[in-house]
């Protein structure tokens, strides 16, 4: 006898519903493919909803008491906690941010969808006159809408599927592992996230790393070299896989020539620099990797320009390879 499908609500708020788009650029199978094929029934999402705001409003009520059973529930966009919620008010004048926390308190597992609505991310940033907030963080500090430390009725706590956006793999294949019930909170980093794609670093085969290695570095978005330098690039910092798993079957911002802003991390929205610079300190930048000594970054950064090729430091700052590799001398391997 077949499993029965767990009933998914999507929910947006706070956002601007980047991680929806991003999602249906699933593929290889689709999206409704794969939400079929895992065994979950998709009862309400605002944008692909055949049903009259009326309907949705009662089922949301349905939901909210119990009268009908909610398995999943995802939120996508931070939650609008000031001026007591009036910020985002449903047609029935209800706030936004009680009916989540309704649903969040009836559904068996809660997942955030995107840096917002897992930590407030970019709705939050500046003087946040909206109260955004993260369902169970506040930026980098549990808090939240539902007070930190809150667990679903299925036990987890809730499952943050950072990124600004998404990436449509990182989403399915942690709702497959949901419906499997094949989730569990070791699976789950520090901050929430799961370890599948958060135990990785953008680094992680960026198509720049020789650059990276010989310190030959860009100078603008756009040129081949190194972003990290000058141009603000957090990939030896970012949890995620992005340049191990492509963005729309290949790629990522890296590829395309702009630096990586960290954006799976709570506070991305708020650097305290602009996206494209980097902030230096006695010509080193700030931004280092995190585990790795300064001391030691800055003596190898020192030995690797001084052995920088030439090739890559003439294409360090041109928008294509325009240097090839010389050809090996005759009688040598």
């Not at 020192?302 to 360090?316: C, D, E, G, I, Y």
Request: with cysteine.
């Amino acid at each position: 006898m077949a499993s029965k499908n767990k009933r998914l609500l999507w929910l947006q708020s706070g956002g601007c519903g980047g991680c929806t788009l991003s999602l249906l650029n699933a593929d290889a199978p689709s999206l409704f493919t794969t939400l079929a094929d895992i065994g979950i029934e998709l009862i309400w999402h605002p944008s692909f909803a055949e049903q009259s705001l009326d309907e949705a409003m009662q089922l949301l009520q349905r939901l909210a008491d119990g009268s009908e059973p909610l398995d999943m529930l995802c939120l996508e966009g931070s939650v609008m906690t000031g001026a007591a919620g009036r910020f985002h008010l449903l047609p029935d004048g209800q706030s936004m941010s009680t009916r989540i926390e309704q649903l969040a308190r009836r559904a068996g597992q809660v997942i955030a969808v995107g840096t917002c609505a897992a930590y407030g991310g970019i709705s939050a940033a500046g003087d946040n006159l909206t109260g955004a907030v993260g369902l169970d963080y506040a930026g980098s500090h549990p808090g939240g809408l539902l007070g930190g430390g809150f667990h679903a009725a299925g036990g987890l706590p809730v499952v943050n599927i950072s990124g600004c956006p998404t990436h449509p793999g990182w989403v399915l294949e942690t709702l497959a592992l949901l419906a499997a019930d094949s989730l569990q909170a070791n699976d789950l980093d520090p901050l929430g996230r799961p370890r599948f794609y958060a135990d990785k670093l953008v680094h992680h085969g960026c198509d720049k790393n020789e650059f990276y290695e010989f310190k030959a570095s860009a100078t603008a978005p756009g040129q081949m070299g190194c972003l990290m330098e000058h141009v603000g690039c957090k990939g030896t910092q970012a949890h995620a896989d992005c340049n191990s798993r492509g963005w729309n079957g290949e790629g990522s911002c890296l590829t395309g020539g702009y630096p990586c802003i960290n954006c799976t991390a709570p506070d991305f929205a708020d650097p305290g620099h602009g996206f494209f610079s980097t902030p230096q300190v006695a010509g080193f930048p700030v931004g280092l990797p995190t585990d790795m000594p300064k001391a030691w970054f800055v003596a190898l950064s020192t030995l690797s320009k001084s052995a920088t090729p030439t090739r890559v430091r003439q294409n360090a700052v041109l928008d294509r390879l325009t240097v090839p590799p010389s050809l090996p001398k005759k009688g040598k391997a």
